[in-house]
């Protein structure tokens, strides 16, 4: 007897077995794609017994899909939530958790360096439904208690965040959404379950692009977003009317791509530590922001609330927009994309990717630096990643 309490699995185990429904059509061992845009019913008394919630079954895909349900059932288990909720992407999960939990006259908090179209919906579009945001610094409890009013119902941060991988205190945030019974969420696509859980810290909503660590493979785009079952459920009602859906094939990816969370996390953390270090240590390279590093400022609350610190490395490069940019197009091994999350290693600079539009005096006010180069760490051999690296920096 081993004394293992087998209804608490690990993660690696909900990876693989979390969410599936057995037995599966056909006696596959892998959940089947329904590829089908509608459901039948045998009959009205079928139909009636569906609408009184006799049976829960599917009835239209843009309420559901049984390979959906085991992507969100798998995704739930891992994150240890009650429930899970599926999107066509990050971004459709975003807007469709805040236009189910909004009104008009109600005001939002968000932290400075939330992922950019985020801060785009909250402050512009949320705007033109009488919702007002306010943008507060990332990691200042003075800051959000200052800016909550009476007719604040949100709290939404990041951590780690892009591109500095600044790290928010999960259990402060909880503490500040209960005392001020706002609803907290925490887009937690940088850390990914495997090394963050929000939902334990007290934090009501967790949220990921998907088609990041959680997919994987740089081949699919998704959100969902995870908590208790009555928001889950209320959002849910909101998608119905939005529509942005996961359709079943990505979710078929995306549980393929769930069962090697676990390892693919795992190595993805040993390798950026490990670029982490080497770029700490070269002197052509001015500061390097990874929370797995002592010289992170929040290093101590990382390794309090994190079991592995990711795999998104940021540094600064000791020259200007131009140098820095040969040192990017010098690399060979790490391709020139925007994302992160995948297999395959990826480098960009900030200032020309994902800030791009901005004047330099607005990219500089965000904190953006010209010399600043975002990696994601894949899966090639790390010693690979590292000879690369040190080429493109030493030539
Ligand atoms: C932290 C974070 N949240 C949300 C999103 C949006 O996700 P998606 O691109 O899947 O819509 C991104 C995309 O880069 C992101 O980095």
Redesign the pocket.
Known sequence: MSGRDLSKRGPSTEAIHGGETRPRAGNAITTPIFQTATFVFQNTAELAAHHSHEVRREEYGRYGNPTTHVAEAKCAAIEGAEAGLAFA??????TTALFAVLQQGHHVILTDD??R??RQFCNGLLGKFGVEASIVETGSVEALEAAVRPNTRVLIS?SP??PYNRVVDLDQIAQVGKKHRLLTII?S??ATPINQRPLDHGIDLV??????YLAGHNDV???VILGKEPIIDAVRDCQGVLGGVMDPHAAYLLIRGLKTLPVRVERQNASALAIAEMLSAHPRVEAVHYAGLESHPQHEIARRQMRGFGAVVSFEYGGDLDETSRVVDAARLFQIA???GGVESLIEQPALMSFFELSTEERLALGIKNNLVRLSIGLEDPDDLIADLKQALDG
């Open positions: 992407s990050g971004m459709a999960a975003i939330c992922y179209r985020t990041e965040t892009n887009d696509t940088f949220l990921h692009s998907a088609t990041k785009l998704g959100g925007p994302s992160l």
